[in-house]
């Protein structure tokens, strides 16, 4: 069965700092994605970037960067030069690609709070 | 990226009547859609995944009777939380997906329907 875990439940971080957000993943399957979502207090997610188990390069996405270590089972989110608006939920997601329902799930997210 | 809509947006009723949230992809088909709970300050929890025309798949320990799901079209789900009871006041939150091909990754969530129960 798939999982995903979060360990980080609150992060503070200052103003134009980097921050890295920590996701562990557990899967048989070995055709899966990652996805990384922020959750602002208006409660809609926001798809950040996508890493495909297949993928040899890491996923970028503007100052969105996905560290992937797939022998670790690790894909933790590097946020660059955070931004007051980055003050959010974060959760790491993860979906097996060939599963008979092929659901996202989710880990327990982290709140990222961004010092001005 | 495609829309996905939902509504109402937020909703109070009171103990023991039904509510109905709509969940509608507008601009794409959706063969697939996922019905999400979350409570306050906790993470998205899979409730069940429709596909449209058949029977919706629950996860463990989710009520399908008292969750009830239609996907009667490509564009639209509904679920139905019969008999409300206080304990489901939640934030549910849909999303589809396409579904073309098993590699198909994008899947697009609704801004949520946030439930009360008096």
């Known amino acids: 069965a798939q999982k995903i875990t979060q360990t980080q439940p609150g992060m503070f971080v200052q103003e134009k700092e980097a921050v890295t957000l920590d996701c562990t993943y557990d899967t048989s399957d070995p055709s899966y994605g990652l996805f990384w979502y922020k959750q602002p207090s208006s409660g809609e997610m926001i798809f950040l970037i996508y890493q495909g188990s297949y993928d040899q390069q890491n996923a970028t996405e503007g100052r969105y960067s996905l560290n992937f270590q797939k022998a670790r089972k690790s894909a933790n989110l590097v946020i660059s030069a955070s931004q007051l608006g980055d003050s959010a939920m974060y959760f790491c997601a993860m979906r097996e690609i060939y599963s008979s329902a092929s659901k996202i799930i989710f880990g327990s997210g982290t709140r990222l709070s961004i010092r001005p | 990226g495609a829309v996905v809509s939902q509504h109402p947006s937020w909703v109070i009723c009171k103990s023991g009547t039904s509510v109905k949230i709509e969940c509608r992809s507008l601009?794409?088909?959706?063969?697939?859609m996922f019905w999400y709970r979350q409570f306050p300050k906790q993470s998205l929890m899979l409730m069940a995944t429709s596909n449209e025309g058949s029977k919706a798949t629950y996860e463990q320990g989710v009520e399908k009777d008292k969750f009830l799901i239609n996907h009667a079209s490509l564009t639209l789900s509904t679920l139905t939380v019969t008999s409300a009871h206080p304990e489901d006041s939640s934030f549910y939150i849909c999303?589809?997906?396409?579904?073309?091909?098993?590699?198909?990754?994008?899947?697009?969530f609704g801004p949520g329907t946030r439930l009360t129960v008096l």
């Open positions: 601009d794409f088909q959706a063969t697939t």
């Open positions: 999303s589809a997906r396409s579904g073309l091909t098993p590699e198909e990754n994008e899947q697009f």
